[in-house]
């Protein structure tokens, strides 16, 4: 079992920065493929990023791809999404995962074994 906290979402202006952490607990942290997801109102839940459990490899949704960075730190428990040069259009409510699975293509399954509680980023224009 995985329980897992966001933190650093709030509201910015268009072309600013936010970065997001999400804190896990257990021992087993440093096991789990993790990600980011994200649901604006009236939208589905959408795959925003995910990284390896050695971080050997990242992947991002097109839509955020050259403005984010996922990064974890093992050590900490920890995991994280540099958000830069954010849009209107990147506000939503996002959710940290844990225990994503990749396909033998090597590309990451938009679904996960654990959430988060979600935490709130609005981008104003």
């Known amino acids: 079992q995985v329980q897992l906290v966001e933190s650093g979402g709030g509201l910015v202006q268009a072309g600013g920065s936010l970065r997001l952490s999400c804190a896990a607990s257990?021992?087993?942290?440093?096991?789990?493929?993790m990600g980011w997801f994200r649901q604006a109102p009236g939208k589905d839940r959408e795959f925003v990023s995910a990284?390896?459990?050695?971080?050997?490899?990242?992947d991002y949704a097109d839509s955020v791809k050259g403005r984010f960075t996922i990064s974890r730190d093992n050590s900490k428990n920890t995991v994280y999404l540099q958000m830069n040069s954010l849009k209107p259009e990147d506000t939503a409510v996002y959710y940290c995962?844990?225990?994503?699975?990749?396909?033998?293509?090597?590309?990451?399954?938009?679904?996960?074994?654990?959430w988060g509680q979600g935490t709130q980023v609005t981008v104003s224009s």
């Open positions: 995962a844990a225990g994503i699975r990749y396909y033998s293509g090597g590309s990451p399954a938009h679904d996960a074994d654990y």
């Open positions: 990284i390896t459990w050695s971080s050997r490899s990242t």
């Open positions: 257990g021992r087993t942290f440093s096991t789990y493929n």
